[in-house]
């Protein structure tokens, strides 16, 4: 198995809502990231979690809280997101970064309605 | 600081024309580069990389890159261009840091949309 999964593909919902985005490889990649990209922009670190910690918190808002059950999995829970939190997160993992790259998810495509 | 630049937000070719994407980037340190593409409402797949040794890669559907230190670039080429490779096309640079292991941040320029005339 060589990918990267992400449930659901889309979602909305309402800014009063609780959702979670799941992400899942079985690659034995030990470091799982969080990245946001808004429309026609590049994507942006969110979360960077390493041996199953939390090791870069790139200034997200509290809005956007993720955890890291175990080695496979990657959750980024939500609750009280804006409308401008609309965008595609992207869930990455990888082993060795420099020698591998990053392997990404398809996305899940957020509107906040 | 770090950073990169794709100078052409959009490019235009014809079918079976060569191509070139620029990147130039910006790091202290050896840089560790990657270009991946990205079709829409989709994630990004990898196409090469580079983190040492030869300075011309070969990646997957064709591409490569060379890597010029002197001119601080790593420009994506294809020979022939193929019309499903219409895309947006993502010069990356990682930035390392004591994260835990080899990990870091995979800095992305702003992105190069290619389209493919038939």
């Known amino acids: 198995d060589t990918e990267v999964t992400q449930t659901p593909k889309h979602l909305v919902m309402g800014m009063t809502n609780k959702k979670s985005l799941k992400c899942e490889q079985h690659?034995?990649?030990?470091?799982m990231y969080w990245y946001k990209q808004k429309a026609k922009k590049p994507p942006e670190l969110m979360f960077v979690?390493?041996?199953?910690?939390?090791?870069i918190n790139e200034s997200v808002p509290s809005r956007f809280s993720p955890e890291c059950p175990n080695s496979s999995l990657l959750n980024l829970h939500l609750h009280a997101l804006q409308p401008e939190d609309s965008a595609l997160y992207l869930c990455?993992?990888?082993?060795?970064?420099?020698?591998?790259?990053?392997?990404f998810g398809s996305g899940t495509r957020l509107t906040v309605v | 600081a770090q950073s990169v630049t794709q100078p052409d937000i959009h490019i235009t070719v014809s079918e079976g024309a060569s191509l070139e994407l620029r990147c130039n980037y910006s790091?202290?340190?050896?840089?560790?580069l990657f270009w991946y593409v990205q079709s829409p409402g989709q994630g990004l797949q990898l196409l090469l990389k580079?983190?040492?040794?030869?300075?011309l890669v070969q990646g997957i559907k064709g591409f490569e890159a060379e890597f010029k230190r002197s001119q601080s670039s790593f420009n994506l080429r294809k020979p022939s261009v193929h019309w499903s490779d219409a895309a947006e096309y993502f010069c990356?640079?990682?930035?390392?840091?004591?994260?835990?292991?080899?990990?870091?941040?995979?800095?992305f320029g702003k992105g190069t949309k290619l389209s493919v005339k038939p």
């Open positions: 990455a993992s990888s082993q060795e970064a420099k020698t591998y790259g990053y392997t």
């Open positions: 690659m034995g990649h030990r470091a």
């Open positions: 979690y390493s041996y199953e910690k939390l090791s």
């Open positions: 790091y202290g340190a050896t840089p560790y």
């Open positions: 580079y983190f040492s040794g030869d300075t």
């Open positions: 990356a640079v990682l930035i390392r840091g004591n994260y835990g292991g080899s990990q870091g941040n995979l800095i």
